[in-house]
């Protein structure tokens, strides 16, 4: 799934290209930056990670790559082929898609939890510790994962 979700939704950016946004060149469109004047970008330059950094009050102070990402990998967004040869054969909603820094994509998707009726406790337990790090590289919880969950408890979430 891994190469499928970058074949999907777009490529890891140049090490000259450094820009946080969204399609088109716009503001991310992220569901946990709406409503939230300046917080969406667009951050441009060669310190664009620490702009929205700053803006969002996120205490991230490592160099962090940045990445095209889908912005939205949740169970429901994955399609898979029945069974008995389950395969995934689409991925969809990319309407939060753009660059972000690289561990933003692996906090979002452990973070958003889905409706109950859809997604019980122990599916969404087993979807976060068994499926997630198979098909995205964890970040380190202390330097990226704990200090974007503080922004995102911050705004509500």
């Known amino acids: 799934m891994h190469s499928l979700l970058w074949s999907s939704c777009g490529k890891r950016l140049g090490i000259r290209d450094r820009f946080v946004l969204g399609l088109g060149k716009e503001p ?9 004047n300046g917080l969406a970008g667009p951050f441009e330059g060669m310190n664009a ?3 929205l950094h700053d803006a969002c009050g996120i205490e991230i102070s490592t160099e962090t790559p940045i ?6 990998i949740v169970p429901l ?7 008995p040869d389950t395969k995934v054969v689409a991925i969809i909603d990319c309407g939060q898609a753009g ?5 933003w994509e ?10 109950p009726k859809d997604f019980d406790e122990a ?12 098909i995205m590289d964890p970040v380190d919880l202390d330097a990226h994962y ?5 922004f995102v408890l911050s705004k509500g979430f």
Request: glycine share 2%; hydrophobic share 35%.
């Open 77 to 83: 967004n994955i399609i898979l082929s029945p069974v």
């Open 99 to 103: 660059w972000y820094p690289d561990y």
């Open 146 to 150: 704990h200090p974007w969950l503080e």
């Open 123 to 134: 599916s969404q337990r087993d979807w976060s510790e068994t499926y997630l790090p198979l």
């Open 67 to 72: 990445k095209f990402t889908h912005a939205d």
């Open 106 to 115: 692996y906090c979002k998707a452990q973070r958003v939890t889905l409706d």
């Open 49 to 51: 990670v620490h702009q």
């Open 28 to 36: 991310l469109n992220e569901i946990f930056l709406r409503g939230y």
